[in-house]
Each structure stands twice: as structure tokens, then as C-alpha cells.
């Protein structure tokens, strides 16, 4: 199975701050990558398809990047409804795999 | 408007199984795959496996073969997720999810666009 390993595991930042998340394939998925933002009691919501593709909807302050094993999910300037867990997911080999997942707070 | 509509939650024994619907809104039901995934408390999220909802098609991650069963009523625009012979460890909330357009008309294996709200499944004796 591909491991996706995601880092930080948490993090404190304040509003305004650009903040970065990364994931690592333990093998390489192309562009085959998505982040997800989940709040407490919700379902995940999708942020970014294919490493880089803005979810319609998303507030432009979201971007990706990345491909091949290592992938980032950006945040240009940080708001207070952005506290939440970030995962990403891997579909480009079954089983598919998400990172184990970043709480971010708001400071 | 697409929605995933998920009911509450359900509480049962070890050994038990249990069935989770998911009914879908917004377009043709047997367009696009159905997803489980599923989140134990306070853990991440898990995925289970696929439903192509227009050939019966499934494909399932190998932990949980021989226990869960994916199927699709076309009739009422609702897929299920069996689960059987429960542990503790099955508790966890349950997600339907559809599978997203792949625009490039490649067969790719695409990523969710769409998630139900979630069933909580609580295996408790």
C-alpha cells in the first residue's frame, strides 16, 4: 500500500499567516492527489483534485502543488474559519490512502 | 443539486452487522461510483472501497474481505454498506462519498467531489 505521510501533524498559526501543509507518497501517484478540510462533526469537504485544481467553491487563499511523491496544500493568508484538519488522499493505486491528517489552529 | 443523505446512527452488538444507506439527489445514480469511507473517534479517515452503481462492480480494500458487502438500489437511488461480524474496532462513523468526473475520458480512478453527512455505527455489548 502507498503511505501517505503528512506534516506537520498540527500547527498554530494566526490570521493573516501563509501557512503550508505537506504530504509525501511512499511512491510516486503522478498528480493523482486531493486535500480534503474537515471540521468537527462534518464530513470532509474537497479543497484541491489533482494536486493543483481549485475546488469550485474554494476561497482562492486555498492552492496545491506538486507531483510525483511530494505534494503541498498552501493557505496564503490565513482565516479563523480555516481551523480545521487537512488530509490529503491518494487515487492513483488502490487501496486508496489519505494522510494521517493536520489539525490547524488559529492562535 | 447534489446531495448524499446518510441517517443517524445505529448501535450494535459484537457479531452483529449492520446496513448503512446512503440515498443520493442530483444526478443519475448509476453515473458515477459510491465510496465508503469510514472514521473511527477521534482517528483518521479510512478508506473502504467502491461500488460501480451501474454494473454491481465492487472493489473492496483487502482488510475487510469477506465482511462488507457494497450494493446499489436503482429504484431508490440508494446505496448500501454491509458490514458483518462486528468488533469495537468497526465502530467508527461511515461515509458514502461520490466518486468525482474525470474529465479527461480516461477511465481515471478519480478522487470525491461529493460526501454524505455521516452514520455513526457504535458496536457496544
Known amino acids: 500500500d502507498i503511505q501517505m505521510t503528512q506534516s506537520p501533524s498540527s500547527l498554530s498559526a494566526s490570521v493573516g499567516d501563509r501557512v503550508t501543509i505537506t504530504c509525501r507518497a511512499s511512491?510516486?501517484?503522478?498528480?493523482?492527489l486531493a486535500w480534503y478540510q474537515q471540521k468537527p462533526g462534518n464530513a470532509p469537504r474537497r479543497l484541491i483534485h489533482a494536486a493543483s485544481s481549485l475546488q469550485s467553491g474554494v476561497p482562492s487563499r486555498f492552492s496545491g502543488s506538486g507531483s510525483g511523491t511530494e505534494f503541498t496544500l498552501t493557505i496564503s493568508s490565513l482565516q479563523p474559519e480555516d481551523s480545521a484538519t487537512y488530509y490529503c488522499l491518494q487515487h492513483n493505486i488502490y487501496p486508496y490512502t489519505f494522510g494521517q491528517g493536520t489539525k490547524l489552529e488559529i492562535k | 443539486q447534489v446531495h448524499l443523505v446518510q441517517s443517524g446512527a445505529e448501535v450494535k452488538k459484537p457479531g452483529a452487522s449492520v446496513k448503512v444507506p446512503c440515498k443520493v439527489f442530483?444526478?443519475?445514480?448509476?453515473?458515477?461510483?459510491i465510496h465508503w469511507v469510514r472514521q473511527a473517534p477521534g482517528q483518521g479517515l479510512e478508506w473502504m472501497g467502491w461500488i460501480n452503481l451501474n454494473t454491481g462492480r465492487t472493489h473492496y480494500v483487502q482488510n475487510l474481505q469477506g465482511r462488507v458487502t457494497m450494493t446499489g438500489d436503482t429504484s431508490t437511488a440508494t446505496a448500501y454498506l454491509d458490514l458483518s461480524r462486528l468488533t469495537s474496532d468497526d465502530t467508527a462513523m461511515y461515509f458514502c462519498?461520490?466518486?468525482?468526473?474525470?474529465?479527461?475520458?480516461?477511465?481515471?480512478?478519480?478522487?470525491?467531489?461529493?460526501w454524505g453527512q455521516g452514520a455513526l455505527v457504535t458496536v457496544s455489548s
Open positions: 442530483g444526478y443519475t445514480f448509476t453515473d458515477y461510483y
Open positions: 511512491q510516486a501517484i503522478r498528480n493523482y
Open positions: 462519498a461520490k466518486e468525482a468526473p474525470d474529465t479527461s475520458q480516461l477511465g481515471k480512478p478519480m478522487d470525491f467531489d461529493f
